[in-house]
């Protein structure tokens, strides 16, 4: 348990980054035998792409550094629950566990809103653990309040 909060605080320090980009503050880190070996945090307005969530940048890192598309043995700690697009390329990476620290209501593909990494009909396993981390959570109520506030002029 506590090797699992010490890699989100990790990933936290990249969410941090990304809010300091004026990006939606998640981040992401990818870890074989206690080593990082992947890291990212969204990306999507400074590389003016739709895909470049936390973890597909996390994704590729440890693609490159690990010299294989296969990120078997991996866990992924990520400060929000991963989205549909995320959680399907978590499975085809198969990556083993994911341990986030923030539920995503309204799009969360783990748990919240939908169960990808529980559906049977699927063909990939992955085992996940939601493992509550408040300042992963104010740090996206920060952000978006922060932008409600400019977008009414205050």
């Not at 890291?39 to 994704?59: D, L, T, V």
């Not at 922060?146 to 009414?152: I, T």
């Amino acid at each position: 348990m506590e090797i699992h909060k010490k890699f989100l605080d990790i990933a936290y320090e990249e969410a941090v980054k990304a809010y300091e980009k004026d990006e939606v503050p998640i981040g992401a880190v990818i870890v074989k035998d206690n080593q990082i070996v992947g890291k990212g945090h969204n990306q999507r307005i400074e590389k003016s792409n739709a895909i470049y969530h936390a973890e597909i940048i996390a994704i590729e890192d440890a693609c490159r550094n690990l010299g294989s598309w296969r990120l078997d043995n991996c866990i992924m700690y990520v400060t929000l629950e991963p989205c549909v697009m995320c959680a399907g390329a978590i499975m085809q990476s198969r990556i083993k566990k994911v341990v986030f620290g923030a539920k995503d209501e309204k799009g969360g593909a783990v748990i919240s809103k939908y169960s990808l990494f529980s559906d049977k009909k699927l063909p990939f396993k992955v085992d996940y653990e939601y493992l509550k981390d408040e300042k992963a959570g104010i740090i996206l109520k920060d952000f978006f309040n922060k932008k409600r506030r400019k977008l009414h002029g205050e």
